[in-house]
């Protein structure tokens, strides 16, 4: 990793390499990291079941393998990938291919398959990253690129927020405001509480909807309500078979399929450089610099590890968490054993799935409301990077135009215009190619972004290039110009 910022950012807690002290408090920051991810986390395995046509027992089979394939890929990211504070977990941007398989093959067919894709395209992943490929990108991506992937991936979420929140807004609504009063309010004046916003947040609304559901006030029909249902159906341990619901391959050998490979490699483009992003953001708010080129190559390879692991595990690719990004700089806890401790808990709920289904009953609106105030806090650390370009520049104002709005128009043509009978040129792997990259704002943004930046002239200062140190505002001076200094 690059060399430390000269100077630490402001007020931040515990750096990369400190340790809070005492141990529950560690666990407790921990904690708050599976708590921050378990809504995007639990989302996709509901999202995709009806798809695949799973009953209630294959859904918790697959919510099990999910905790632990982010437990897997979180370790591998933190101890020997880019050794950032970035926990791992299901990436939304293959949730396009992975409906694709599911609408070809139903059942545990479907998720052989979905594995097949994952391992190949893991294999890619990892090409890139540990052949220095990933590292390259540091010389072509700069804050006009940078900057609107960010954003996009805190503004891309907000139909998941709308899920979550729109049963109940109410609710969603009263956890926000309580994350404001934890982390903005009474924060200043209690570092304790300044090191646990998001958890008091969610634990205190818990506590309320459980109560108004125990006393009835609360009906069932409500979004709200309290159910313990599902933890009396869930068994306690998870099996250590392999195939038949085991640990290993849980749906049986994997599966493949050219187009689906090819189709899963552009939601792998979307991961990469939404990783890239989030390694940017992460070191700014750890004051670690920008990433080098070999933290980005280690980081990018090993999400490609974490992949490759979640096929044999049986769950859905993996990729930095930019949500608990937003936590640690929410938290200003930017310590790596933390995030190693959440993925301890994370393993502990994939193995012991009890536990994962009673923090399955935290109500939806609850999770609503820690997104709505997560995800824009993301936007706003994206866009911060645009105060190292040259604003005044009709050509970056017109560039960053074009790519955050392409990020929304996009998504729209193919999800609700482009019809089946869309093709481009004809060649059904390039069209797949093509839809899975337009179906993505993210992707869309890195690709135009990269494009439009590089293509059309502009100095290095008008870019940003070198004129500023990621986690600093003061400008860099070159050598041989420090006359008058």
Same mark, same amino acid.
């Given at each position: 990793?690059?060399?430390?910022?000269?100077?630490?950012?402001?007020?931040?807690?515990?750096?990369?390499?400190?340790?809070?002290?005492?141990?529950?408090?560690?666990?407790?920051?921990?904690?708050?990291?599976?708590?921050?991810?378990?809504?995007?986390?639990?989302?996709?395995?509901?999202?995709?079941?009806?798809?695949?046509?799973?009953?209630?027992?294959?859904?918790?089979?697959?919510?099990?393998?999910?905790?632990?394939?982010?437990?897997?890929?979180?370790?591998?990211?933190?101890?020997?990938?880019?050794?950032?504070?970035?926990?791992?977990?299901?990436?939304?941007?293959?949730?396009?291919?992975?409906?694709?398989?599911?609408?070809?093959?139903?059942?545990?067919?479907?998720?052989?398959?979905?594995?097949?894709?994952?391992?190949?395209?893991?294999?890619?992943?990892?090409?890139?990253?540990?052949?220095?490929?990933?590292?390259?990108?540091?010389?072509?991506?700069?804050?006009?690129?940078?900057?609107?992937?960010?954003?996009?991936?805190?503004?891309?979420?907000?139909?998941?927020?709308?899920?979550?929140?729109?049963?109940?807004?109410?609710?969603?609504?009263?956890?926000?405001?309580?994350?404001?009063?934890?982390?903005?309010?009474?924060?200043?004046?209690?570092?304790?509480?300044?090191?646990?916003?998001?958890?008091? =947040? @969610? *634990?205190?609304?818990?506590? /309320?909807? &459980? $109560? %108004?559901?125990?006393?009835?006030?609360?009906?069932?029909?409500?979004?709200?309500?309290?159910?313990?249902?599902?933890?009396?159906?869930?068994?306690?341990?998870?099996?250590?078979?392999?195939?038949?619901?085991?640990?290993?391959?849980?749906?049986?050998?994997?599966?493949?399929?050219?187009?689906?490979?090819?189709?899963?490699?552009?939601?792998?483009?979307?991961?990469?450089?939404?990783?890239?992003?989030?390694?940017?953001?992460?070191?700014?708010?750890?004051?670690?610099?920008?990433?080098?080129?070999?933290?980005?190559?280690?980081?990018?390879?090993?999400?490609?590890?974490?992949?490759?692991?979640?096929?044999?595990?049986?769950?859905?690719?993996?990729?930095?968490?930019?949500?608990?990004?937003?936590?640690?700089?929410?938290?200003?806890?930017?310590?790596? =054993? @933390? *995030?190693?401790?959440?993925? /301890?808990? &994370? $393993? %502990?709920?994939?193995?012991?799935?009890?536990?994962?289904?009673?923090?399955?009953?935290?109500?939806?609106?609850?999770?609503?409301?820690?997104?709505?105030?997560?995800?824009?806090?993301?936007?706003?650390?994206?866009?911060?990077?645009?105060?190292?370009?040259?604003?005044?520049?009709?050509?970056?104002?017109?560039?960053?135009?074009?790519?955050?709005?392409?990020?929304?128009?996009?998504?729209?043509?193919?999800?609700?215009?482009?019809?089946?009978?869309?093709?481009?040129?004809?060649?059904?792997?390039?069209?797949?190619?093509?839809?899975?990259?337009?179906?993505?704002?993210?992707?869309?943004?890195?690709?135009?972004?990269?494009?439009?930046?590089?293509?059309?002239?502009?100095?290095?200062?008008?870019?940003?290039?070198?004129?500023?140190?990621?986690?600093?505002?003061?400008?860099?001076?070159?050598?041989?110009?420090?006359?008058?200094?």
């Amino acid at each position: 990793m690059s060399a430390e910022a000269p100077n630490r950012p402001h007020g931040l807690k515990y750096g990369l390499d400190e340790i809070p002290k005492p141990l529950p408090k560690a666990m407790a920051l921990g904690l708050q990291h599976v708590l921050t991810m378990f809504g995007a986390t639990v989302a996709v395995p509901f999202i995709l079941s009806p798809f695949l046509e799973f009953d209630s027992g294959q859904l918790a089979i697959l919510i099990s393998s999910v905790f632990i394939c982010s437990a897997i890929a979180t370790f591998l990211q933190v101890q020997f990938g880019s050794r950032l504070p970035i926990v791992q977990g299901v990436s939304f941007a293959f949730l396009g291919p992975f409906i694709g398989i599911a609408l070809t093959y139903q059942g545990e067919d479907a998720m052989r398959y979905i594995a097949g894709a994952i391992m190949a395209g893991a294999v890619v992943e990892m090409a890139i990253g540990f052949g220095g490929i990933g590292g390259l990108l540091r010389r072509y991506v700069t804050p006009i690129t940078i900057a609107p992937v960010i954003a996009l991936i805190g503004l891309s979420l907000y139909d998941a927020t709308v899920i979550n929140a729109s049963p109940n807004w109410w609710l969603a609504l009263a956890t926000t405001a309580l994350i404001v009063l934890f982390g903005l309010v009474l924060a200043p004046r209690s570092r304790m509480i300044s090191l646990f916003p998001i958890l008091l =947040a @969610v *634990v205190t609304a818990y506590l /309320v909807c &459980l $109560l %108004l559901s125990v006393t009835g006030v609360l009906p069932e029909t409500v979004a709200g309500y309290v159910s313990f249902g599902v933890v009396g159906e869930t068994p306690w341990v998870r099996g250590f078979d392999v195939g038949g619901g085991g640990l290993i391959f849980p749906w049986g050998t994997p599966l493949f399929d050219l187009g689906f490979f090819f189709a899963i490699l552009a939601a792998y483009l979307a991961s990469t450089i939404e990783s890239f992003g989030d390694y940017h953001a992460i070191s700014r708010i750890a004051g670690a610099g920008d990433p080098d080129a070999k933290t980005i190559n280690r980081g990018i390879g090993m999400e490609g590890v974490g992949c490759f692991f979640t096929g044999i595990f049986g769950g859905f690719s993996s990729t930095s968490y930019s949500e608990n990004i937003g936590l640690v700089g929410l938290t200003k806890v930017a310590s790596r =054993a @933390v *995030v190693l401790i959440g993925a /301890v808990f &994370l $393993l %502990l709920f994939g193995f012991v799935a009890k536990i994962g289904a009673f923090i399955a009953t935290i109500p939806g609106p609850i999770v609503g409301g820690v997104y709505l105030a997560l995800f824009g806090l993301i936007a706003a650390i994206g866009l911060s990077n645009l105060r190292r370009v040259d604003l005044d520049s009709q050509r970056n104002l017109m560039i960053l135009g074009i790519v955050l709005f392409s990020g929304f128009v996009f998504p729209q043509y193919f999800g609700n215009y482009a019809g089946d009978e869309w093709s481009l040129f004809g060649i059904g792997w390039l069209t797949s190619i093509v839809r899975a990259i337009g179906s993505s704002g993210i992707a869309v943004a890195a690709v135009l972004g990269l494009l439009l930046d590089n293509l059309v002239p502009g100095t290095d200062e008008e870019r940003g290039v070198g004129t500023y140190d990621l986690g600093t505002k003061d400008p860099v001076i070159p050598p041989g110009d420090m006359q008058g200094v």
